[in-house]
């Protein structure tokens, strides 16, 4: 059974860093590909980074690029995205995804960690 889980979420003010930790269990890591999303309050889930197994792509939306770093560790089975400069708009839940292809559209990944919180204070 393929399992996520997601770490690493906290209270930063506004300019701090975090990192966030994603680990997948269950599947051949190095054949998935690996998403960060987020929901903040009263918003729909949108995706904001992916490290595809392809390559090693990387993708990011426009409003996390050159602020935010995402990275894999096969040997670990572990995503990391780094956080810096955080912003009050990135206050939300960040959940990880994997699937076999890299697609920061909600319904484009079929498996889900149930989340981690982080809060930028201004």
């Known amino acids: 059974q393929l399992e996520i889980v997601e770490s690493g979420g906290g209270l930063v003010q506004s300019g701090g860093s975090l990192r966030l930790s994603c680990t997948v269990s269950?599947?051949?890591?190095?054949?998935?590909?690996v998403a960060w999303f987020r929901q903040a309050p009263g918003k729909e889930r949108e995706g904001v980074s992916c490290?595809?197994?392809?390559?090693?792509?990387?993708y990011y939306v426009d409003a996390v690029k050159g602020r935010f770093t995402i990275s894999r560790d096969n040997a670990k089975n572990t995503v990391y995205l780094q956080m810096n400069s955080l912003k009050p708009e990135d206050t939300a839940v960040y959940y990880c995804a994997a699937d076999r292809i890299c697609d920061l559209r909600v319904v484009g990944m079929a498996n889900w960690g149930k989340g981690t919180r982080v809060t930028v204070s201004s």
């Open positions: 269950g599947v051949t890591f190095d054949s998935f590909s």
């Open positions: 490290s595809s197994h392809r390559r090693n792509n990387t």
